[in-house]
């Protein structure tokens, strides 16, 4: 039993209303080995892009997070004299 594998055709646009990006199957008879290795590079290069953008993201959220820890322990600091100046 033999598997085949057939490439998609990726088209960048994303869908405005779902935000999803769209994929075509392509034929294999549009495909040549060149025309593939050229697909598969971009789609390496693409998934190095999106790695990137990750983690910059995640690093982002790190900040984001440890900003909303000290504006919290501000906070709390802020409220207890305010209590201990009304007594």
């Known amino acids: 039993m033999s598997t085949a594998i057939q490439l998609l055709d990726y088209s960048p ?4 209303a779902s935000g999803v990006r769209q994929f ?8 040549s ?7 598969i590079s971009e789609l390496q290069t693409e998934i190095r892009l999106l790695r990137e953008q990750l983690a ?4 982002a959220l790190v ?4 900003l909303l820890r000290n504006a ?3 906070e709390l ?9 009304l007594f």
């Open 72 to 74: 919290a322990q501000r």
């Open 56 to 59: 910059r993201t995640a690093h």
């Open 63 to 66: 900040r984001y997070q440890a």
């Open 13 to 16: 646009q994303r869908s405005a």
């Open 77 to 85: 600091e802020l409220r207890a004299e305010l209590v201990k100046g």
């Open 24 to 31: 075509r199957s392509g034929s294999s008879a549009d495909n």
């Open 33 to 39: 080995p060149e025309q593939m290795l050229w697909r």
